[in-house]
């Protein structure tokens, strides 16, 4: 059975980059209006030239749990020893667990939004 990786980034100012380990499956689990969109995506890297490649393999609405199923079943066929995941948290069940933090994260984004837009308004 595959090892289950969570995924790995690392920041680059605002840019998140994500950093693999090649063979290997992503899956990923994000929400549109309340409903799951799950992807799982194979990347390899040739050895020859170091060209890291990647195809989406799986794309359905359905939950995480499914999606890492299809993976953890697929895997074998690839010779896939690693599966990184990451699944993103529904807005409705994230406020209902009292996730404030992401309101008020958002509220302080949009803040400093509008101050560094009123900024370029004083320098013009």
Request: aromatic share 8%.
């Given at each position: 059975m595959p090892t289950l990786?969570?995924?790995?980034?690392?920041g680059i100012g605002d840019l998140d980059v994500f950093i693999p380990s090649p063979p290997c499956l992503v899956v990923y689990t994000s929400y549109a209006d309340d409903e799951p969109e799950s992807t799982v995506t194979f990347i390899w890297q040739e050895e020859t030239t170091g060209?890291?490649?990647?195809?989406?393999?799986?794309?359905?609405?359905?939950?995480?749990?499914?999606?890492?199923?299809?993976?953890?079943?697929?895997?074998?066929?690839?010779?896939?020893?690693?599966?990184?995941?990451?699944?993103?948290?529904n807005e409705r069940t994230a406020q209902a667990n009292g996730a404030s933090q992401t309101c008020g994260e958002k509220?302080?984004?949009?803040?400093?939004?509008?101050?560094?837009?009123t900024n370029r308004g004083q320098k013009a």
């Open positions: 990786l969570s995924w790995t980034s690392v060209i890291v490649h990647h195809q989406l393999l799986f794309m359905e609405p359905v939950p995480f749990e499914t999606a890492l199923k299809w993976a953890e079943e697929h895997a074998p066929t690839r010779n896939i020893e690693r599966i990184h995941v990451k699944h993103a948290k509220e302080r984004r949009e803040k400093e939004s509008t101050r560094c837009e």
